[in-house]
């Protein structure tokens, strides 16, 4: 009997150990990929990776870690600088070229990105800002300061598209055809193309605090893509 309750204590206790050793390598590769992160993408503050499932080693031995969490409290990609990023990716490879199975994110991107693209599609000099539901677009218009209300959906698997609610001046709701053609036209079909990585594709838009909230599905995507994207 002795014996039996030694053996079962060794048991334990290498269990234990291996349980120990499983969450310092998990907390190990974490940090790595953090750094890895940090390293790939610009002005990244506040990421965290989180690795879940249990064990580690198994799924490391494998080739395929089961699903994997992160988040930033900012970052910058392709130039868009991009706030409380939230990731979610299952069947992440573990070797070269880190393909992601399936995935979703999201992010608030900033008005100052917005403003940026919606200048260079349009040709205007617009301001862009939140308002609510809402993003308040200012342009001048023959001297005069004009505010457009538009709201953003998708236009396409890349494509974020605006729709013109209301056309504010000093005088009061004009119709966005009250305006001189070329804003009209360019306002009311402004398009905004996303330069997105091979398997992503847009899947929500909606005006957040600071921004526009951005979401995301993809499959089969390589992991370097997503960052230098």
Do not use: C, N, W
């Not at 064990?55 to 868009?80: K, M, N």
């Amino acid at each position: 009997m002795k014996r039996l309750v030694g053996v079962l204590v060794v048991l334990v206790v290498l269990v234990g150990v291996a349980v120990v050793a499983d969450r310092i390598a998990v907390r190990s590769a974490e940090r790595g990929a953090v750094t890895a992160f940090e390293q790939e993408a610009d002005d990244v503050t506040g990421a965290q990776i989180d690795i879940t499932g249990f064990p580690f080693l198994t799924q490391v031995a494998r080739g395929e870690l089961s699903h994997v969490t992160g988040s930033a409290d900012s970052a910058t990609f392709a130039g868009y600088a991009v706030s409380d990023l939230q990731v979610d990716a299952r069947g992440v490879g573990t070797s070269e070229p880190y393909t992601v199975a399936s995935g979703t994110a999201s992010g608030v991107l900033a008005e100052s990105s917005l403003q940026e693209a919606v200048q260079e599609q349009s040709d205007l000099d617009v301001t862009v800002t939140a308002d609510g539901d809402v993003l308040a677009l200012g342009v001048d218009v023959l001297g005069l300061p004009v505010t457009v209300d538009v709201t953003p959906r998708v236009s396409g698997p890349e494509t974020l598209a605006v729709d013109v609610e209301a056309v504010r001046t000093g005088l009061g709701v004009v119709s966005v055809d009250d305006l001189p053609p070329g804003v009209a036209g360019a306002l009311t079909d402004l398009q905004i193309a996303l330069d997105l990585p091979e398997g992503v594709a847009l899947d929500s838009v909606a005006v957040a605090e600071g921004g526009v909230r951005v979401a995301v599905t993809g499959t089969d995507i390589v992991a370097t893509d997503l960052v230098a994207s």
